[in-house]
């Protein structure tokens, strides 16, 4: 680690720098450009304290973004993610335990403004309930999981969006997806459902495992009630895989058993990514990593279903439990915003567009 770091941060309206020693940020100075004019501000960032927001009214919006991959897919998961927020004038905080990510975060996300949120898991006060909930390979994410339910108690927060920002992206535009999510935590609300998920597994294992992912979670203090409440790891008993178990495995218990209202839901005609660990796995780890929509009753993976041609592992029917939202999104809106936002042909040098015929393509003519 160097003694001192200088790091460039991107803003909407201006830039930021920050100055770091061993690894923490001591000084920083922004200047926004606002109506032709530049204004300059001096602060240093471990006086300053970020604006915190909470939430005892429900209507307000806070998301916890985990981040543990640092690959070019992630920053563009985390930027949509970001730009969605702004949207919504929502709150965040990025879970990162890793600087060098943290870094390069700051150096390649562009913010609305400098109020930005690093917190690392919560480690020790937790041992001992990890050691209860998951099997040794899941035990840093149970940490990040868990330190959304802890910090959001300590901070007032009942109701939060919990986000894996680096490998997850609903691919539409972010006006789209703030409409998507407001249905999805007004149909939480209203029916009182605890932990609402998007169908990233659930169809996928024909009901039998509910997960993380996109997840908006009402009554956040249930959960850690539910968490100090609990004596051992009997509750495993239950689940398909006693050698390697993560805290998904431990809400699919909560909600087979009745004990917290833990539901699922999917967007119709919707593409969502899922890149998991290294960003590149499409043809590898074609389960893992994956793209798919959701259209009449089906969840389509079209990487499996179209090259592949194995439409009994590509095309499957979604859980009856899942409940549909539906916003009127079209399958072609989802691929021209990938076209246009995900690869590089929108952004190709001209000679090369044209040695490619990228012009023929109907998203870029």
């Given at each position: 680690?160097?003694?001192?770091?200088?790091?460039?941060?991107?803003?909407?309206?201006?830039?930021?720098?920050?100055?770091?020693?061993?690894?923490?940020?001591?000084?920083?100075?922004?200047?926004?450009?606002?109506?032709?004019?530049?204004?300059?501000?001096?602060?240093?960032?471990?006086?300053?304290?970020?604006?915190?927001?909470?939430?005892?009214?429900?209507?307000?919006?806070?998301?916890?973004?985990?981040?543990?991959?640092?690959?070019?897919?992630?920053?563009?998961?985390?930027?949509?993610?970001?730009?969605?927020?702004?949207?919504?004038?929502?709150?965040?905080?990025?879970?990162?335990?890793?600087?060098k990510l943290q870094n390069n975060i700051l150096k390649y996300i562009i913010f609305k403004n400098s109020n930005i949120k690093f917190i690392s898991s919560i480690r020790n006060p937790l041992s001992n309930l990890v050691k209860k909930l998951v099997s040794k390979n899941w035990i840093n994410a149970a940490y990040a999981h868990l330190t959304t339910?802890?910090?959001?108690?300590?901070?007032?927060?009942?109701?939060?969006?919990?986000?894996?920002?680096?490998?997850?992206?609903?691919?539409?535009?972010?006006?789209?997806?703030?409409?998507?999510?407001?249905?999805?935590?007004?149909?939480?609300?209203?029916?009182?459902?605890?932990?609402?998920?998007?169908?990233?597994?659930?169809?996928?294992?024909?009901?039998?495992?509910?997960?993380?992912?996109?997840?908006?979670?009402?009554?956040?203090?249930?959960?850690?009630?539910?968490?100090?409440?609990?004596?051992?790891?009997?509750?495993?008993?239950?689940?398909?895989?006693?050698?390697?178990?993560?805290?998904?495995?431990?809400f699919t218990y909560l909600k087979q058993k009745n004990i917290s209202q833990i539901k699922t839901f999917y967007i119709e005609n919707t593409y969502f990514m899922h890149s998991c660990r290294l960003g590149n796995e499409f043809?590898?780890?074609?389960?893992?990593?994956?793209?798919?929509?959701?259209?009449?009753?089906?969840?389509?993976?079209?990487?499996?279903?179209?090259?592949?041609?194995?439409?009994?592992?590509?095309?499957?029917?979604?859980?009856?439990?899942?409940?549909?939202?539906?916003?009127?999104?079209?399958?072609?809106?989802?691929?021209?915003?990938?076209?246009?936002?995900?690869?590089?042909?929108?952004?190709?040098?001209?000679?090369?567009?044209?040695?490619?015929?990228?012009?023929?393509?109907?998203?870029?003519?």
């Open positions: 680690m160097k003694l001192f770091e200088k790091i460039k941060i991107q803003l909407i309206n201006g830039k930021s720098r920050q100055i770091k020693f061993l690894g923490f940020p001591i000084f920083q100075y922004d200047v926004i450009y606002t109506e032709n004019k530049k204004n300059k501000r001096y602060y240093f960032p471990f006086i300053k304290k970020n604006k915190n927001y909470t939430n005892e009214n429900k209507e307000t919006t806070v998301f916890y973004l985990k981040m543990n991959i640092d690959t070019n897919i992630s920053m563009i998961c985390l930027q949509h993610w970001i730009d969605t927020i702004n949207l919504l004038d929502a709150d965040f905080y990025i879970i990162c335990d890793n600087k339910f802890f910090h959001a108690k300590q901070n007032n927060i009942r109701n939060f969006w919990n986000i894996d920002a680096d490998d997850t992206m609903l691919i539409i535009n972010s006006e789209k997806i703030t409409e998507i999510l407001k249905q999805a935590q007004k149909y939480a609300i209203d029916n009182n459902i605890n932990a609402f998920s998007l169908d990233m597994w659930n169809s996928r294992t024909r009901g039998k495992y509910w997960s993380f992912g996109i997840t908006y979670i009402n009554n956040s203090n249930s959960f850690v009630e539910i968490f100090n409440n609990l004596q051992n790891n009997n509750w495993q008993k239950n689940c398909l895989f006693n050698d390697d178990i993560n805290l998904d495995w431990y043809f590898t780890n074609i389960v893992g990593s994956y793209l798919c929509y959701w259209t009449n009753n089906k969840v389509i993976y079209p990487i499996i279903s179209n090259i592949f041609e194995d439409e009994q592992l590509g095309i499957i029917p979604i859980n009856k439990e899942c409940i549909k939202l539906d916003i009127g999104i079209k399958k072609e809106e989802c691929l021209n915003y990938a076209i246009r936002n995900i690869t590089n042909l929108n952004i190709l040098p001209e000679q090369l567009a044209n040695l490619w015929n990228i012009k023929n393509s109907k998203y870029l003519t």
